[in-house]
Nanobody
């Protein structure tokens, strides 16, 4: 199994920045990729970004492209989400997830195997 735990959420004004962290433990050598999702009040959880654990390739949702950057530190088994130019519509609970295989689209939450508890990000206008 893989355990993942998010940190770094908080409240920031529109236009500001936050960096989320996600620490993985357990069978981390088995990880294929790690992704970030978010869920705003009253909405379904949606894909934000993903990174391939071995090669570092990345993919983003259109809504965050150019503002958010996902990265990883393999030595620390940690993935980061740098969020810049935040908007009120970025307010959500952000979840980190790990996937062990390349099966299925990386944008679908059903293709991820392990999830964190989430961290709240609030962007005030």
């Amino acid at each position: 199994q893989v355990q993942v735990a998010e940190s770094g959420g908080g409240t920031v004004q529109a236009g500001g920045s936050l960096r989320l962290s996600c620490a993985a433990s357990g069978r981390t050598l088995s990880m294929y990729g790690m992704g970030w999702f978010r869920q705003a009040p009253g909405k379904d959880r949606e894909f934000v970004a993903v990174i391939n654990w071995s090669f570092g390739s990345t993919y983003y949702a259109d809504s965050v492209k150019g503002r958010f950057t996902i990265s990883r530190d393999s030595a620390k088994n940690t993935v980061y989400l740098q969020m810049n130019t935040l908007k009120p519509e970025d307010t959500a609970v952000y979840y980190c997830a790990s996937r062990l295989t390349p099966r299925g689209p990386t944008t679908l939450e059903g293709t991820y195997d392990y999830w964190g508890q989430g961290t709240q990000v609030t962007v005030s206008s």
